[in-house]
């Protein structure tokens, strides 16, 4: 099996630590070489403290799931014989308070819009099925309990 690895460095610079007004921004450095400004949510820690520009951890996380989904839909899709000319989607990912009264992100939902051409279109229930199948490889939806539902739409390239 393989690993995947993330340097996380951050440094606290010249701000005081012990009054907790440090900077959260940060950055994540992959293998690859990409590097990308990181920081805690503006949700849960205050600018300035948080940097709202930069990527924070939740919204990495809804990234990742919507990546993973689409990468498999695309594979099943072309397996399947279907042309798929754009495929974008605008991922939420819902917070809430667990009973011991710590927040999750309890719900992904996954808004996934394609647009196919070619001989070959899928009906609705065909797209349901690229879905539902995407899903069930996608090793990041395997590996979290929060729920994830996908509600997609496709289109037809115009001629």
């Known amino acids: 099996m393989s690993s995947h690895v993330a340097t996380i460095e951050w440094k606290r610079e010249d701000a005081a630590f012990a009054d907790n007004r440090y900077s959260r921004a940060h950055q994540w450095q992959f293998d690859g070489g990409a590097v990308v400004p990181a920081s805690s949510s503006p949700h849960v820690v205050r ?12 919204e990495a996380f809804v990234a990742s799931l919507s990546s993973c989904h689409m990468l498999w839909f695309l594979d099943i899709a072309r ?5 798929v000319d754009h495929y974008v989607d605008h991922a939420t990912g819902h917070m809430q308070r667990a009973e011991d009264g710590k927040s999750w992100i309890a719900l992904v ?7 196919f051409s070619g001989a070959r279109i899928p009906d609705d229930d065909a797209l349901r099925q690229l879905h539902h199948k995407a899903h069930e490889e996608c090793f990041l939806a395997r590996s979290v309990k929060s729920e994830i539902r996908i509600q997609g739409t496709w289109s037809h390239a115009a001629s």
């Not at 397996?79 to 042309?83: H, Q, V």
């Open 79 to 83: 397996g399947a014989g279907y042309l």
């Open 109 to 115: 939902e996954l808004a996934p819009a394609v647009a």
């Open 47 to 58: 600018v300035p403290l948080s940097n709202p520009a930069n990527v924070d951890p939740e």
